[in-house]
């Protein structure tokens, strides 16, 4: 028997203050939620392993500096905004796109 645990296919597991409130937002077409006060780059690596894809490389990207001074998190609304996620608090409603396509990919890739 194995004792390995899989990796989860989320890049950050949570594992304290659970008890914040829930905030619902939708991220690549799919409603998700996660906890207030969280960024939105906390936000959705909570879902997924990534935050966006090089658009050089098409390598998945999960931020690099986490403090807003590199290019690394850029994501866009819905309405086609960008938006830095290291440094954009999380909010109720939010319609994030972390893909040019999200036909192509969904959560948790």
């Known amino acids: 028997m194995s004792t390995v645990t899989p990796l989860p296919f989320v890049q950050f597991v949570r594992v304290a203050e659970t008890a914040r409130a829930r905030v619902s937002f939708v991220l690549d077409g799919v409603e998700v939620e996660a906890l207030a006060g969280d960024t939105l780059l906390t936000a959705i690596l909570t879902q997924q392993r990534r935050v966006r894809r090089s658009e050089f490389s098409g390598a998945p990207r ?41 036909d192509n990919e969904g959560i948790g890739k």
Not at 62 to 70: E, Q, Y
Not at 82 to 96: F, I, K, Q
């Open 62 to 102: 999960a931020g690099f500096c986490l403090i807003g001074a590199c290019q690394d998190c850029w994501v866009r609304c819905e309405d086609g905004t960008r938006l830095r996620a290291c440094s954009t608090p999380l909010r109720e409603g939010m319609r994030v796109l972390t893909q040019d396509n999200p």
